[in-house]
């Protein structure tokens, strides 16, 4: 079936980096943009950017350029999400969804979500 | 930045109930939205996509409706599963925005 799968949870200390991985299967990896979207404990939903897993291509928040990269590798169809210099407030679940082109661009597969501590 | 408006933000219903979920945009989004519901621990559910097209497998008792600023959810019957939280999003422009969510609980 379609799905994403993500990589586990992470622990990590203010000023640290994590990678966040997004598996893909069930589907064409190159066909479907995916995205990432964090959720602080608690609190709703903020957009983070995309990848192309064609091109490679990407488009940022505003709030995270400088600090976010998002590649994929097309060879084992996984997208993935580094954020560098983590702060306490970077401690939330993140996902990645799939843009659906048949959904008019909502998301219609999304990974279980993969949480990430930032904590000294 | 589109900024969506979710109204109301708790909403207390009991089962059998019809709930209905606002959501204003900041500016006209035409009929680019998505909503979702989420239940704790879970990731997000696309429900409604294009503002009123119902994804598949979604029981015909969610609709959506609504173009440029203002949108709505309507749960036509509350079943004990609907118990969760909603949120719209905006597909019209970068960022994504999406509502600060509705949580709809029982009464």
């Known amino acids: 079936q379609v799905q994403l799968v993500q990589s586990g949870a992470e622990v990590k200390t203010p000023g640290a980096s994590v990678k966040v991985s997004c598996k893909a299967s069930?589907?064409?990896?190159?066909?479907?943009?995916i995205y990432w979207v964090r959720q602080a404990p608690g609190q709703g939903l903020e957009w983070m950017g995309w990848?192309?897993?064609?091109?490679?291509?990407?488009n940022y928040a505003q709030k995270f350029q400088g600090r976010v990269t998002m590649t994929r590798d097309t060879s084992i169809s996984t997208a993935s999400m580094e954020l560098s210099r983590l702060r306490s407030d970077d401690t939330s679940v993140y996902y990645c969804?799939?843009?659906?082109?048949?959904?008019?661009?909502?998301?219609?597969?999304w990974g279980q979500g993969t949480m990430v501590t930032v904590s000294s | 930045e589109i900024q969506l408006t979710q109204s109301p933000s708790f909403l207390s219903a009991s089962v059998g109930d019809r709930a209905i979920i606002t959501c204003r945009a900041s500016q006209g989004i035409s009929s680019y939205l998505a909503w979702y519901q989420q239940k704790p621990g879970k990731a997000p559910k696309l429900l409604i996509y294009?503002?009123?097209t119902l994804q598949s497998g979604v029981p015909s008792r969610f609709s959506g409706s609504g173009s440029g600023t203002e949108f709505t959810l309507t749960i036509s019957s509350l079943q004990p599963e609907d118990f969760a939280t909603y949120y719209c999003?905006?597909?019209?422009?970068?960022?994504?925005?999406f509502g600060q969510g509705t949580k709809v609980e029982i009464k």
């Open positions: 969804a799939r843009e659906g082109s048949a959904a008019a661009g909502a998301f219609d597969i």
């Open positions: 990848i192309n897993p064609n091109s490679g291509g990407t």
């Open positions: 069930g589907y064409t990896f190159t066909d479907y943009y």
């Open positions: 294009a503002a009123s």
């Open positions: 999003q905006q597909l019209k422009s970068y960022p994504r925005t």
